[in-house]
């Protein structure tokens, strides 16, 4: 059957039929239900803290001292559950915090919460092999490690610990299984360095209505939530996540033995931030960076993922391109099993912000043999980028570059772009709305199509697209998406803003360029709705780019977009 289905999707691409990814085959479940008929822990000090996590049993409830300081490297262990009952461990406070389903504030709320301190560069949370059914809540996480500080600031500056919550993925051991962060506060600071906020390498796990924040550890990469050991379930929903590197990384480490591929990724509601303050020289920018910033939300390895309703907020230029979303399997340090299949990325928000998507359908590092223990370059297929808002950061402000909204390179197959609005910063031009890179050492005009069975529709685009060959207008597309012909079923349906500086061209399809400035319902209040030109010349009838009340629908609060700040 398994082998059917391959041969299937095979045709289907060959044919050109539109890609439709799978969705996740399961979601995490994380409704409130209160521990019953247990135990309640009342743990006042360190000690009495983590002799509650030992001792306790399925379906315990440990309670901790809003704003009373627990000094350490706790330890949740395995216990034997074979009816799979919750141990909550959550503050004396919670009842005045957010209900669950609404995102914690820290500056409201951390006064209500238990502080979980880690004094070195080990977790102050730890979620041992084989560990099941906890549930953290209303916990502040963070670090006073003096690890690497540098004396000579006043406060100390770049002392650092690792993780705060560690999910740690050990051989042959079985990993955590049902794990939930729900309304906890995890934190670096502007003195304090931190590797990650959360690693989650378990089954279902789950970090919820969360604000993990200043996450960054010297140029190393630093992600506020980073998964890479698991064969999922995951769901990050309704979190507020801020990190110098990634702020959510899938993949990325693990080794060539590897042998999970993270899947069935549910990433809804969440708000992904950048501060400004970070886009300076000696923090971000050089010369002296201290830290580097790369994207917000990467998949080097990940299956059947579904990333609605999020607001991507301050990208830049920094130690990479400054993707706000990159789609870049890497088997070279993700395993040689690693795919980035079957991803569905719809209605959402991606908010000043130098480049929009990064696409690669191989591992280079391994292709070219750069890595020596990868033996496989991976594959990446079956994605749809619909419905999204892609807001271009200015080239004049720091870290601007050549704003890009979205960077195809070679080999990328059965890949749908379809209703997208790019959107110049006001009083500028956008450097490219679709690039496509070709290989290395590639003549023009191209042997072979550099993609395959590509989708491009109903888009409203700031630029006509373009590539390293600067090749435009039908010719060009030929060269860089014309497998399968005819490439007109495939390019339609695009309204085109035509700069001055970008020349004329055409297109195959029924596509409208323009040199007339596109208008929107009103951008100043964040509504992004195509009103002129009037094109209704797409595939499905519906005006081209973002359907704004579709968006704001799943964005919902997210961020405070809407309100236009």
């Known amino acids: 059957m398994r082998l059917l289905l391959l041969l299937l999707l095979a045709m289907a691409s060959a044919l050109g039929e539109t890609p439709v990814p799978a ?32 001792l306790s049993s399925p379906g315990d409830t440990l309670v901790l001292d809003a704003g009373a300081n627990y000094q350490g490297n706790f330890k949740a262990p395995a216990k034997t559950n074979p009816n799979h009952k919750w141990i909550y461990i959550e503050s004396s406070d919670l009842a005045d915090l957010p209900p669950p389903g609404k995102r914690v504030n820290p500056s ?22 084989g560990a099941s059914n906890y549930r953290l809540v209303g916990l502040e996480v963070y670090s006073t490690s003096t690890r690497g500080c540098d004396p000579g600031h006043v406060p100390p500056l770049n002392c650092f610990t690792y993780f705060l919550i560690d999910m740690p993925a050990e051989q042959s051991k079985p990993l955590p299984d049902s794990i939930i962060v729900d309304r906890c506060y995890v934190h670096g600071s502007d003195t304090q360095d931190v590797r990650a906020g959360v690693v989650a390498n378990g089954t279902k796990v789950s970090v919820i209505d969360s ?26 929903v309704n979190d507020f996540l801020s990190a110098t590197t990634e702020n959510l ?49 990467e998949f080097k390895s990940a299956r059947r993922v579904l990333v609605n309703g999020n607001v991507f907020e301050n990208n830049w230029e920094g130690a990479q391109r400054g993707f706000s979303i990159v789609l870049t399997v890497r088997t070279s340090d993700s395993g040689n099993i690693a795919v980035v299949n079957d991803i569905t990325i719809e209605n959402n928000v991606l908010k000043n912000v130098t480049s929009g998507f990064n696409t690669s359908e191989h591992d280079s590092q391994c292709k070219f043999l750069s890595a020596p223990f990868c033996n496989n370059p991976g594959e990446a297929k079956r994605w749809k980028i619909a419905n999204n808002l892609i807001l271009l950061r200015s080239a004049t402000a720091p870290g601007g570059g050549r704003p890009m909204a979205i960077q195809i390179l ?18 500028t031009n956008c450097w490219a709305s679709l ?123 997210a961020s405070e977009f809407n309100s236009g700040h």
């Open 249 to 297: 990384m899938f993949g990325g480490a693990g080794g060539a033995d590897n042998p999970y591929v993270p899947s069935d990724i549910e990433i809804r509601s969440n708000h992904f931030f950048k501060p400004e303050k970070w886009a300076v020289p000696g923090k971000t920018l050089p010369p002296a960076a201290q830290w580097a910033v790369k994207n917000s939300l």
């Open 410 to 427: 070679p080999d990328l197959t059965d890949v749908a772009f379809q209703h997208n609005t790019v959107v110049a910063s006001p009083g």
């Open 23 to 54: 969705p996740p085959q399961v979601y995490v479940d994380t409704a409130w239900k209160s521990p019953t008929g247990g135990k309640t822990w009342r743990a006042h000090t360190v000690a009495e803290f983590q002799r509650s996590l030992d």
């Open 435 to 557: 690039y496509f890179s070709v290989a290395e050492g590639s003549k023009w005009p191209l042997s072979k199509s550099s993609t395959h069975n590509l989708w491009i529709t109903d888009n409203v685009l700031c630029r006509p697209p373009t590539g390293d060959w600067g090749g435009q207008g039908t010719s060009g597309l030929i060269n860089y998406m014309g497998d399968p012909l005819p490439l007109e079923n495939r390019f339609v349906g695009n309204v085109i803003f035509v700069p001055i500086d970008s020349g004329t061209t055409s297109f195959p399809g029924k596509d409208l360029l323009t040199s007339r400035p596109i208008r929107f319902a009103d951008p100043n209040h964040g509504d992004y709705q195509l009103i002129d030109p009037k094109w209704t010349k797409t595939t499905d009838g519906k005006p081209p780019g973002v359907d704004a009340r579709a968006l704001y629908t799943a964005i919902g609060n």
């Open 211 to 236: 604000y993990v924040s200043d996450i960054h550890l010297s140029t190393m990469d630093s992600q506020a939530i980073i998964a890479y050991r698991t064969p999922g379930p995951i769901k990050v």
């Open 108 to 129: 409201i709320d951390a006064v209500k919460m238990p502080k979980i301190v880690t004094t070195n560069v080990s977790p102050a949370i730890s979620i041992s092999p």
